[in-house]
C-alpha cells in the first residue's frame, strides 16, 4: 500500500531508555500502513530527568498517544491528567491517550498477557494462578486478571526491601477487584508446592531464566508441576526457558511471553486508533525467532 508522510500525519511514539532495540515501531508503523492509516510512531530516547519538557513538547504538537518503557513507567504519573482503573492500581503506566489535550494514564501489559492466555487456549477465569515476581509486569498481569475475574492469585516473591510495599499492593488490588489475593515468600518451597496444587496456571513473571542467564528456573523441584496445570513464562528471550523446558517435561500445557508482547501493543494501537491491529501479519513479519533474538 502506498504510504508517505503528508501534512496531517497523526503521531504517535514510544519513549524511554534505551528504545534503540525496540520491536514497537515496526509493529505500530506496519500495522498503520496495512490499514491505510495516517500515523506514524516514532522511538525517541528520553532520560527521566528530560520527561517533563518532552511531555510539554509533545503535547504542544499535538502527539494523539506514546508508549512509556524503562525506566519512565512511574516517572510518567504525576504528568497525567487520569489514569484508568488497571494504571492506578498497577502503579505503572505504558500507554498514553491524549484527548481534548488530557494525558490519560494506562497500561495493556496486563490486557497482553490475558489475552495471550485466551489465545493459547485457555480460560483461567473464576480460577486460581500463582504468580512468580512483583515487579512491573507482575503487579500489570495481577491487575487486569483480578479485574477479568481470576478467582486468587498467589504472589510469590522474595522477602526483601520492597516486600511492604508489595502487600500494601495485594491489599489494596484484593479490595477493589474482589479477588482474594495473597504474598508469600518465594524461597517457601512447600507453600509454592501448595499453591500450585491448587492452581490452574502458573506464570513467570521474574528475570529468573532471561537471557543471558539461560540455565536458571524458579522452580527448583519440577515434579511440583502436574500434568494439567498452565505454565507460561512471560520472557520471551530465550523462548524456551528452562521452566518451559521442565514443564513440557512434565506434559504440562505451556506458553512464552511473545503473545504478551504482541497483544500489550495491539492495546494501546486500539486505545489510539480505535482499529484492532492486524495481529496475524504482525506475527508472521516481526515475531520469528531471529528477528526477537537481537531485541
Ligand atoms: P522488574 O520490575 O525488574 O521485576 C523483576 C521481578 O523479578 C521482581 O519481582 C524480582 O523479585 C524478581 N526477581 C529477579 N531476580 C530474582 C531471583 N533471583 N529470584 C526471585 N525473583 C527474582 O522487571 P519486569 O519489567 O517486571 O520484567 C520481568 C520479566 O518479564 C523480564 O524477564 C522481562 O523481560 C519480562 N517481560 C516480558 C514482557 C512481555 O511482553 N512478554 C513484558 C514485560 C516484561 P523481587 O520483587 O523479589 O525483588
Known sequence: MNYEITGKTKLTALLGSPVSHSISPQMHNEAFRHLGLDYVYLAFDVKPEYLKETIAGLKAVGICGFNLTMPLKVHILPLLDELTPAAKL????????VKDQRLIGHTTDGIGYMRSVLEAGHNIIGKKMTLLG?????????VQAALDG???IDMFKRKNDSWDKTEAFCLR???????????????????LAESISESAILTNATNVGMSPDISCSPVSNPSILSKGLIVSDIIYNPRETLLLQQAKAQG????????MLLYQGAASFQCWT???????????KYFHS???NCT
Not at 178 to 184: F, W
Not at 252 to 259: A, E, H, I, Q, V
Open 150 to 152: 481470576v478467582a486468587s
Open 173 to 191: 488490588t484484593a479490595s477493589e477487584t474482589g479477588c482474594q489475593i495473597r504474598l508469600l515468600d518465594i524461597e517457601n518451597a512447600a507453600l
Open 134 to 142: 512483583a515487579g512491573g509486569a507482575a503487579t500489570a498481569i495481577c
Open 290 to 292: 531471529n528477528f526477537l
Open 252 to 259: 504440562c500445557p505451556c506458553f512464552n511471553g511473545m503473545d
Open 90 to 97: 498497577a502503579g505503572a503506566v505504558n500507554t498514553v491517550i
Open 274 to 284: 480505535g482499529q484492532e491491529m492486524p495481529t496475524s501479519l504482525i506475527k508472521q
